[in-house]
């Protein structure tokens, strides 16, 4: 539920506007690099592909326009279907959130960084398979499909906006006598997964602990 809230409406223009307001920006640089390159890229090809043609042409001319056409459209699409190697797509990449036996530690980061790794987990998920993650947020619970769903809700540094880490407790626990009140702080420690339904991918932490803060 949490997750799949966050991966509709999470996009790079609210990162980006979340990022300017407060923290170090540099672990985004490469998201919002991306995008900008993208944009300029597809406007340039727009305007070199639709310029105005001689009023003169032959077949000939005609047909070097159409190739012209059709090469610019497939640079384009190659460029926008570009997916980088898996050692450098990476949006978190910079940040050490490594601590002990916990590969990544969200609570020793600030909340802008915090922000943004979980912004990666959630694009990049088959980099985090199996690794324990620690998280600090606020406590959350929905029932939906017969199903109970609880999460950590981190928010950015602006407090604005908030991504769900759902969680499965390894306890049998019972809700709500065994878990803690809604919205109050919690730390999760858990085995990350991913699942999909549907077209969209979510996340969670397996096998989770929970303690109240």
Do not use: W
């Not at 506007?17 to 340039?44: H, M, P, Q, R």
């Not at 959630?122 to 606020?138: E, F, H, W």
């Not at 769903?149 to 390894?170: H, K, M, N, R």
């Not at 999909?196 to 969670?204: A, D, H, L, S």
């Amino acid at each position: 539920m949490f997750g799949k809230i966050s991966a509709v409406i999470i996009s790079a223009a609210v990162i980006t506007a979340a990022l300017s307001a407060c923290g170090d920006t540099s672990a985004t640089d490469t998201l919002i690099e991306k995008n900008e390159s993208a944009a300029a890229f597809v406007l340039t090809t727009a305007a070199t592909t639709t310029a105005a043609a001689p009023a003169e042409t032959s077949a000939a001319t005609e047909t070097t326009a159409a190739a012209d056409n059709l090469s610019g459209e497939t640079e384009t699409d190659d460029y926008l279907s570009y997916v980088p190697p898996v050692e450098t797509k990476s949006f978190a990449e910079g940040i050490d959130a490594k601590n002990g036996d916990i590969d990544v530690d969200l609570t020793i980061l600030n909340a802008t960084m915090t922000y943004s790794q979980v912004y990666d987990m959630m694009t990049n998920p088959d980099l985090y398979a199996g690794k324990i993650v620690r998280a600090r947020g606020t406590f959350a619970y929905a029932h939906d499909n017969d199903r109970d769903y609880f999460a950590a809700l981190v928010q950015d540094a602006t407090a604005c906006c908030s991504q769900g880490i759902e969680f499965v407790t390894a306890a049998d626990m019972k809700y709500p006598d065994d878990y803690p009140p809604l919205d109050s702080e919690i730390i999760i420690t858990g085995r990350f997964h991913s699942y999909k339904e549907g077209t969209f991918t979510y996340i969670e932490l397996l096998d989770a602990e929970v303690e109240s803060v």
